[in-house]
């Protein structure tokens, strides 16, 4: 039996008689398709059509790395002829990387043979045994970061996968079986699950990806769960196909959540009060904020335009005695009311609004108006709202911050990317990645390689600070953002600042040598100068024109042209394009 089952598994790979369908992986924050999953089949009407006997067969028979070698080289040609957007997720059995592949760069070979860049691709970790040797498949999976790739760990929490395998591996991405995803909005404790593994993702600077959402309820439920769980992937988007969906914008129904705000606005504060106009008589407005005692100020509009306020305290001051209401009896608002008021559109970042609250300390700040780009009327908006918005938002960056250095970690730095591709304005975005760091963490440790880290951070920070965005991508890798025209100077002055301070990190003897003598993988010593900064630099000139993957493309391209130059560089890419 297991003799002709290996004979007609063996007929099938060595055939090709394997069908990769693909199945979306959405980003609903950004409402696009972030990758794609390469999902196999067998043969049409075969018994083995089903992936899961397909490699239950292979496992029995001794066939298992040739037919997940076979999926993944399937898997790339066909993904590359679709062409497909965004990245390509492939199902790779631990085993096999510690085996053929690790040692022979088959991935790699069928990636440059069918034009396919390896930061495109994600390997993801799929079990149907366990992980043996924790060392070797850290290893591993070095050397595919090496490469290129980037790391999924599939289905947390099923089988084999387990809390070790996210702790020993860090992988880029985890995704979460199904099983928790699964009746979430029905199931309280799912969703406390949930936020601990959020908790947990954060801290150890992967991205979540949410499988299995196959209803409306369940993505709502994940997506006001928390809104940084922006991977998703499941029926409810769509099914896995041979041609599978290229845009998400019909697959959202109208009962999805909508885009999240990308920059918090005043808006975020806005409450849409009633008005009043400058005719209203006084003792009608006494009684609105007697029969309202949270009623702090009410903004007087003509016009559709403000003209003035009245506070609540000020105004209750003048009925405290028993003539109030005769003088007042017959007058209008307009002459009571107090044209010093706070006036802020809209459209003013949470942080700007705050600036000009301070900047504004002659009039008081309790309360303000809220008018729209053509100064009409919109709501009142008042100090403490906004300080516990600005509060949530410190306290999300600080979530999504490295920790390390403090900078924004990658899910701020892809969402500030984004905003500045959809302002539309011309900018200049930079890599930075420090040259002969690993051998200088080889010899020192990985103590004193951290303070180079920092203080890199913190030469950025200086030479940077508000004229551009800087964030830490992770380990030894920047990312600056800046407007303007300055951008090429900052960058020299970076590498001069650098280049100052680098010997500084060596022993006395290391100074003098001018760098270390290390040992690579095949026992050979070899000669590492001071460690030094590649800066890759890529100008946009119409944001509007390309995305933030785009972008992550050539500056990983442009990275490696960086680094072939000796020293401290900065490569600029001089093509003519956005």
């Not at 760069?105 to 994600?122: F, I, K, Q, W």
Request: with cysteine; net charge negative.
């Amino acid at each position: 039996m297991a003799c002709r089952e290996a004979q007609e598994l063996r007929a099938i790979i060595e055939g090709e008689q394997l069908t990769p369908c693909f199945q979306p992986i959405v980003d609903v924050g950004r409402q696009r398709v972030h990758g794609y999953e390469a999902l196999i089949r067998g043969p049409e009407g075969s018994w083995m059509h089903s992936p899961l006997i397909l490699f239950d067969v292979a496992m029995r028979t001794g066939l298992l790395v040739e037919l997940d070698l076979m999926c993944r080289r399937l898997a790339v040609a066909a993904f590359v002829r679709l062409g497909l957007p965004g990245r390509l997720f492939l199902n790779v059995m631990p085993s096999t990387i510690v085996e053929r592949d690790f040692r022979e760069g088959l991935t790699l070979g069928y990636l440059r043979e069918y034009g396919l860049a390896p930061n495109r691709v994600v390997i993801e970790l799929t079990e149907h045994v366990p992980i043996q040797d924790y060392a070797l498949m850290r290893q591993a999976v070095a050397h595919y970061r090496d490469m290129g790739f980037q790391v999924a760990l599939d289905d947390l929490g099923a089988g084999h996968s387990s809390l070790r395998h996210w702790a020993e591996l860090r992988p880029d991405f985890v995704k979460l079986d199904r099983h928790f995803v699964t009746g979430i909005d029905r199931e309280p404790g799912k969703r406390e699950f949930l936020r601990s593994i959020l908790d947990v993702s954060r801290s150890l600077g992967c991205l979540l990806i949410a499988e299995g959402v196959e209803t409306v309820e369940e993505y709502r439920c994940l997506w006001e769960l928390d809104r940084s769980l922006s991977l998703l992937q499941g029926y409810f988007f769509a099914r896995p196909s041979l041609t599978p969906p290229r845009e998400i914008e019909h697959l959202l129904t109208s009962g999805a959540p909508l885009r999240q705000e990308k920059v918090r606005c005043a808006r975020a504060v806005l409450k849409p009060l009633e008005p009043i106009t400058p005719q209203w008589p006084v003792l009608d407005l006494a009684e609105r904020f007697r029969a309202d005692p949270t009623l702090r100020c009410v903004a007087v509009v003509e016009n559709e335009r403000p003209i003035g306020v009245v506070r609540r305290n000020e105004f209750l001051t003048l009925f405290t005695n028993p003539f109030s209401h005769a003088l007042f009896s017959k007058r209008r608002i307009g002459e009571l009311a107090d044209p010093r008021m706070m006036v802020a559109v809209d459209e003013t970042p949470l942080t700007a609004l705050s600036q000009q609250l301070t900047d504004n300390s002659d009039v008081p700040q309790e309360d303000f108006v809220i008018v729209d780009a053509e100064e009409r009327y919109q709501g009142m908006g008042n100090i403490v709202d906004l300080l516990r918005e600005i509060t949530s938002i410190q306290v999300r960056q600080a979530r999504h911050a490295n920790p390390l250095t403090g900078l924004p970690g990658n899910l701020l730095i892809n969402q500030t990317l984004d905003e500045w591709l959809e302002r539309g304005d011309a900018f200049t975005a930079v890599y930075c990645d420090l040259d002969n760091f690993k051998a200088y963490n080889d010899a020192y440790g990985y103590a004193r390689g951290d303070r180079v880290i920092v203080a890199l951070a913190q030469l950025l920070d200086e030479l940077v600070g508000k004229r551009g965005f800087i964030g830490h991508i992770g380990g030894d890798d920047f990312m600056l953002l800046f407007e303007g025209h300055e951008w090429e100077h900052c960058c020299h002055a970076i590498l001069e600042a650098f280049g100052a301070i680098a010997p500084d990190f060596y022993d006395a003897s290391d100074r003098r040598a001018g760098g270390i003598w290390v040992e690579n993988r095949q026992g050979q010593t070899h000669f590492c100068p001071f460690v030094s900064l590649s800066l890759a630099a890529r100008p946009v000139c119409d944001g509007r024109g390309c995305d933030s993957l785009t972008i992550a493309e050539d500056l990983s391209e442009l990275k490696q042209q960086a680094k072939r130059q000796a020293g401290n560089s900065l490569f600029i890419d001089r093509r003519q394009r956005c």
